[in-house]
């Protein structure tokens, strides 16, 4: 082989070498910032978690004071209609 054609692959092997660690060193940093992210994913899944239980825990209350209105809605009900029977029997 030439000279030329040896210098001229040289520098086709030093230009591979230099893509290959280019793109080596940014999977490298890819790699990190994948890493970083599933931290960052892990941090939300419980911030969701936590959501939801606070949800779950207000939902019950909800339920709790949802009764509670219904029970004393019953009741109101209830005392209204005792107090239409008392006035008509006075009345009488």
Known sequence: ?????LDRMEDML???IKIV?????DF???KEEMQEMKLEIQ???KDVE?????Q???NR???DMRADQDHIWEKAAKNERELAKLKRHLQL
């Open 14 to 16: 030093t230009n591979l």
């Open 56 to 58: 779950e825990v207000t």
């Open 1 to 5: 082989m030439e000279q030329k054609q």
């Open 43 to 45: 941090d939300v899944k």
């Open 50 to 54: 936590e959501v939801k239980k606070v």
């Open 21 to 25: 660690g280019t793109l080596s060193n």
């Open 28 to 30: 490298q940093v890819m």
């Open 61 to 63: 209350i909800l339920t």
